[in-house]
């Protein structure tokens, strides 16, 4: 999902996940409308990875443990590991035993997504909702993002916000939104080679990535 700021992609991810229902229509997922859907049942199998990356005043391999409380050190190890963030957590001044502070400020909102994304990994949902953070991302944290979502989206369905386009590029499917509205769908060459909504989008992104070759 693409569009400008303000479109309505989180919200659309919003009543993807039932954080809010709309006030008319319905959603389904799969033919089945999500208000039949038991909220706990929904909650295991469809796992959102927010954009604002909020995390619990606690270390960070608690954090990560949030949706499994049951699973130990040895299992959190072998899920960053998987996706490729061993090298970052064990860069960290205590490793897993990082406080990541109140609200989880003391880390970059890139970082926050990434442990976001490794609690989501463990939740090992059928569906991956993820929002990505407007913020900047510096290039080592996104190459680590790219990477984790690669692992963490394999063998599943994912819905992804996309600020970077280069998410978009890599989708089976991209929805563009404009002011509320869904204007456009296809997959990127489709859309990238007409002019439109799209086109315009990925002309900006790639004007004001010009120069930057991690961001290609
Ligand atoms: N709870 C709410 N009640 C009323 N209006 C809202 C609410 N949340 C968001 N909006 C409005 O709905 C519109 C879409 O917001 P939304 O957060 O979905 O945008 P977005 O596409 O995710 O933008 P961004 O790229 O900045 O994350 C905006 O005009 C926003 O101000
Ligand atoms: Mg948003």
Same mark, same amino acid.
């Not at 004001?208 to 930057?212: C, F, K, N």
């Given at each position: 999902m693409v569009g400008e700021t303000g479109s309505g992609k989180s919200t659309f991810v919003k009543l993807l996940t039932r954080l809010a229902d709309p006030s008319s229509g319905?959603?389904?997922?799969?033919?089945? !409308?999500?208000?039949?859907?038991?909220? $706990?049942?929904? /909650?295991?199998?469809v796992v959102m990875v927010p954009q604002d990356g909020f995390l619990f005043n606690t270390t960070v391999g608690e954090n990560i443990r949030y949706s499994r409380p049951?699973?130990?050190?040895?299992?959190?190890?072998?899920?960053?590991?998987?996706?490729?963030l061993t090298g970052w957590v064990e860069s960290? !001044?205590?490793?897993?035993?990082?406080? $990541?502070?109140? /609200?989880g400020e003391a880390l970059s909102a890139g970082e926050r997504q990434l442990v976001a994304l490794a609690r989501a990994y463990l939740a090992d949902p059928d569906l991956l909702v993820l929002d990505e953070a407007t913020s900047a991302v510096d290039p080592a944290t996104e190459q680590r993002l790219q990477r984790a979502l690669e692992t963490a989206t394999r063998g599943r369905t994912a819905v992804s916000v996309a600020h970077r386009l280069s998410t978009a590029e890599a989708a089976d499917r991209v929805l563009v939104f404009d002011a509320g509205r869904i204007?456009?769908?296809g997959t990127h060459e489709e859309l990238a080679a007409r002019p439109g909504r799209y086109a315009d989008l990925y002309a900006a992104w790639q004007s004001?990535?010009?120069?930057?070759a991690s961001r290609t």
């Open positions: 319905r959603v389904l997922l799969g033919g089945v !409308p999500l208000t039949d859907v038991p909220l $706990a049942s929904l /909650r295991r199998r049951d699973v130990g050190d040895d299992e959190v190890r072998g899920a960053l590991a998987d996706l490729g960290l !001044p205590h490793g897993l035993g990082t406080e $990541a502070g109140p /609200r204007v456009q769908q004001a990535t010009e120069g930057d």
